[in-house]
């Protein structure tokens, strides 16, 4: 399984930044796709994720800002990110929850200048 992600880059506080990351690989029906961030000195967080049946989480602190969505027939993830904040400042990374274990993407930047 290999993700690859891409969208990441500088944008001014309150822009707007779209993350892709497609999962290529046996990619078995039943799995979750998600996005974390690390920022420097932090410990990786969740940032939202979407099960293949459109369930879907958020980290309170990006609620009404990022928008989380998926493509089942590409298996690729999604997120929107508006009203960019300097504290969204980290390396974005693709998840993949999928039995027996996790998969992850090498990351993007995202930095947010105030």
């Known amino acids: 399984v290999q993700l690859v992600e891409s969208g990441g880059g500088l944008v001014q506080a309150g822009g707007s930044l779209r993350l892709s990351c497609i999962a290529s690989?046996?990619?078995?029906?039943?799995?979750?796709l998600g996005w974390y961030r690390q920022a420097p000195g932090k410990q990786r967080e969740l940032v939202a994720d979407?099960?293949?049946?459109?369930?879907?989480n958020y980290v309170d602190s990006v609620k009404g800002r990022f928008t989380i969505s998926r493509d089942n027939a590409k298996n690729t993830v999604y997120l929107q990110m508006n009203s960019l904040k300097p504290e969204d400042t980290a390396v974005y990374y693709c998840?993949?929850?999928?039995?027996?274990?996790?998969?992850w993407g090498q990351g993007t930047q995202v930095t947010v200048s105030s």
């Open positions: 979407i099960s293949r049946a459109g369930s879907i």
């Open positions: 690989g046996i990619i078995y029906s039943i799995n979750t």
């Open positions: 998840n993949l929850r999928m039995w027996p274990r996790d998969y």
